[in-house]
Nanobody, 116 residues
């Protein structure tokens, strides 16, 4: 059993920043990557950012230059620093953990709302 707990979501105005955290616990080992996905109302769940065990990162084109993903492997925790937030960034952000490069786990999600 793996548990992922997200925190840090909230309501902010355009141009402001938020930092999301995701802590993994339970029967976890051989973590390949941790990342963030988001789902806006009426849209599919899409990758926002992912970071692998060795520290390499990948981002959706829509957030490059504004978002930064980082991780603490010892704590099994991943962070998402979100700067210059836009209304189109609004959605539920889900934490993802991949074990053994093929086994996926998901958190419950945290709401991010960007509105003036």
């Amino acid at each position: 059993q793996v548990r992922l707990v997200e925190s840090g979501g909230g309501l902010v105005q355009p141009g402001e920043s938020l930092r999301l955290s995701c802590a993994a616990s339970g029967n976890i080992f051989s973590i390949y990557s941790m990342g963030w996905y988001r789902q806006a109302p009426g849209k599919q769940r899409d990758l926002v950012a992912v970071i692998t065990r060795d520290g390499s990162a990948d981002y959706a084109d829509s957030v490059k230059g504004r978002f930064t993903i980082s991780r603490d492997n010892a704590k099994n925790t991943v962070y998402l620093q979100m700067n210059s937030l836009k209304p189109e960034d609004t959605g539920v952000y889900y934490c993802n953990l991949k074990r053994m490069r093929w086994e996926d786990y998901w958190g419950q999600g945290t709401q991010v709302t960007v509105s003036s």
